[in-house]
């Protein structure tokens, strides 16, 4: 008998399998059911030390099924909801739309129609969690000002589109239904198992094979980049002591410009391969703007601060080597999930073979 069963959606991608090691680990009383389809993005290799666990369930599953959804909720109890699970590159949205819509924006009504069939008439120490990004606040511009939980949504992308859309959901179900949800909204993750299309493990990856790394515009974008095992505790934090319709704002306080950031990984990586200094800034390749780019995301998290006392706790210049220092360490890995699906999408992308 379990004290609690939390579902959490998304479990087998780059942040989830962090939030879903910590959970397991942390709470051997709860019983933690990871549900995810396993796209090209899910990988149950990020859980291998955990797959054994006692507490540990892994489902298969589609969180557009509702009925599947449904049946999961009926047969594990369920009584928190960590919800991650989404398409979560821009760059894809750009190309293909429709799934975001379906997955981000239907899988989460999926999910917030079965909590509320299962729960309604008695939502005592029930709480549906929805992840989701800084993005919906759109973009800011270079004058210091930071998105706040208050900042009107204002996406540019099909992705943040999706997102905010889910959120408006997620917020219409306590509003309508009285459903106990509350949101996050976070800034750029980094570190371990993140899929390497992203901007650092894809830069990493492409230093080691001598690949040219394709900058957007002029690399003059700015994000504020979180260490995921800092976020990975926020949720924990969140989700038992956030307040029900709130929304905490989760970031780094870490803006770091792409292109300077580009170089911080070069040289990092360099240092690791043991190459004289400055020798992959040849890579270094400027290519077309994404379509709809964001200038400047920074959040402001001082209510999680002020509230719950959440801060990050790993400074960026430990993060980031630890982070290349693991995907060097973790070739295989790398290789395996660059081999399939992904590769062709990569040639797709970049023209390259
Ligand atoms: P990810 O792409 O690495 O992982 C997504 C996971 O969801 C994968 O395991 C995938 O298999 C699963 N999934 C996708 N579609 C599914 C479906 N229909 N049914 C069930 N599972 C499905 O994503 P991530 O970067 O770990 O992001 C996780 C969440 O955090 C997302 O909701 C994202 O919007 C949000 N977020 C991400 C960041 C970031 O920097 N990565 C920052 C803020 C918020
Ligand atoms: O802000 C939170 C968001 O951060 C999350 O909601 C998203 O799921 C996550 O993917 C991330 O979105 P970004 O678009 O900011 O991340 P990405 O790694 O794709 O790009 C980071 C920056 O680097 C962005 O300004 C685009 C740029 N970039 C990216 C890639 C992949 C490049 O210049 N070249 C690249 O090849």
Not at 9 to 35: C, D, K, M, W
Request: aromatic share 14%.
């Amino acid at each position: 008998m379990f004290k609690r069963n939390i579902l959490i959606t998304g479990g087998a991608g780059f942040i989830g399998s962090h939030v879903v090691r910590l959970l397991v680990n942390r709470y051997p009383e709860y019983r933690i059911i990871n549900l995810d389809k396993l796209t090209y993005a899910g990988n149950l290799e990020n859980l291998k030390d955990v797959e054994n666990a006692s507490n540990y369930i892994f489902v298969r599953a589609d969180i557009c099924d509702f009925e599947h959804i449904l049946e999961v909720f009926r047969k594990y109890n369920v009584d928190g909801v960590i919800h991650l699970a989404a398409e979560s590159h821009v760059d894809r949205s750009i190309r293909d739309p429709f799934t975001f819509a379906k997955t981000n924006v239907l899988g989460t009504l999926s999910l917030l129609q079965a909590a509320k069939i299962c729960w309604e008439g008695n939502y005592a120490n029930k709480k549906f969690y929805h992840i989701s990004t800084d993005e919906v606040y759109g973009a800011l511009p270079f004058d210091g000002s930071l998105f706040s939980e208050t900042t009107k949504y204002d996406p540019h992308s099909p992705y943040s589109a999706s997102k905010a859309s889910s959120d408006h959901f997620v917020r219409a179900f306590h509003d309508t239904y009285g459903l106990p949800t509350v949101v996050t909204n976070c800034s750029n993750n980094y570190g371990p198992y993140q899929f390497p299309e992203k901007l650092i493990p894809l830069f990493i990856n492409n230093i080691r094979h001598g690949r040219p790394l394709p900058v957007y515009g002029k690399g003059e974008n700015v994000r504020d980049w979180l260490y995921v095992e800092d976020h990975a505790k926020a949720i924990d934090l969140i989700f038992h002591q956030g307040k029900i319709n709130e929304t905490y704002n989760i970031g780094g306080f870490n803006e770091w410009k792409n292109i300077d950031l580009i170089r911080v990984i070069i040289r990092t990586v360099d240092r690791f391969l043991g190459n004289p200094a400055g020798t992959s800034e040849k890579l270094i390749t400027y290519v077309t703007d994404r379509a709809g780019h964001d200038l400047r995301y920074a959040i402001d998290s001082s209510k999680l601060k002020n509230e719950l006392g959440w801060e990050p706790s790993v400074q960026f210049e430990q993060g980031i080597e630890l982070t290349v220092k693991w995907y060097l360490d973790n070739q295989d890995w790398l290789d395996n999930i660059t081999s399939g699906e992904y590769e062709n999408y990569y040639r797709k992308m970049y023209g390259r073979e």
